[in-house]
DNA sequence: CTCCAGGACAAGC
DNA sequence: GCTTGTCATGGA
């Protein structure tokens, strides 16, 4: 695992994830759940917004009105639905666990452990649908589910923020640059180990 | 025009 | 329990 770790690593150098313009880990969280399902190219647009307007922050988000909230982040998609889930995010006062945010409406595996590892530095492997396509694709795991995916990558990785936080980013460059393209196996840097003849 | 993007939740069976 | 529908903009 760690070699194609290191394959992806020297093919296209680092991700440094997460972008992030305010250095601050609020906009790192928004940033989470505002990117379910949707291009990050759009999330931008979203946090350029709360940004010009001076409401990315957790108090801000309390306190400003959901239409309002909704109608800044319009361009993440899922307006509505995500304004109810920064607005139930900021709702929580508790300890932040990977177990507490999984309580909280709107936040599941994937975005919870993305605001670990990304906003808290905490060792959770992200587990997106990329990284269940491509390597159930190369053989190498037998199910899909989430905590099962996560369990063989962080059993099989060193324990190390920054080889989770390079990892995960990388798998999304691949899939992004050679997912959708057919035939896959030329140009991918993971060609020789791709036993099937259809794309990643 | 269709398809999908760094998901999560609820409803239906 | 597992499968399907819903949410929605913007770019290819």
Redesign the pocket.
């Given at each position: 695992m760690i070699e194609i770790y290191q394959i992806l690593l020297n093919h296209f150098g680092k991700q440094k994830?997460?972008?992030c313009r305010t250095g601050d880990r609020f906009e790192i969280i928004v940033?989470?759940i505002l990117?379910?399902?949707?291009?990050?190219?759009?999330v931008d647009?979203a946090l350029d917004n709360l940004i010009k307007n001076k409401m990315l922050s957790k108090n801000k988000i309390k306190k400003i009105p959901i239409s309002r909230l909704?109608a800044l982040i319009?361009?993440?998609?899922?307006?509505?639905?995500?304004a109810k889930k920064l607005k139930a995010f900021v709702k929580y006062n508790g300890k932040i666990t990977r177990a507490s945010l999984l309580s909280?409406?709107?936040?599941?595996?994937?975005?919870?452990d993305?605001i670990m590892l990304?906003a808290y530095n905490k060792p959770y492997f992200v587990v997106?649908?990329?990284t269940k396509r491509i390597f159930s694709r190369l053989g190498l795991i037998k199910t899909q589910d989430y905590e099962y995916v996560r369990n063989y990558f962080e059993s099989k990785l060193p324990k190390s923020i920054s080889v989770y936080k390079e990892f995960h980013a990388l798998i999304?460059e691949l899939?992004?640059r050679h997912?959708?393209k057919e035939p896959l196996c030329r140009e991918c840097p993971l060609a020789g180990r791709c036993r099937h003849a259809k794309r990643l």
């Open positions: 994830w997460w972008p940033g989470a990117t379910q399902n949707t291009n990050w190219k759009n647009k909704s319009k361009p993440a998609g899922y307006y509505n639905q995500k909280i409406w709107g936040i599941g595996y994937e975005t919870a993305s990304y997106d649908a990329y999304v899939a992004k997912c959708k």
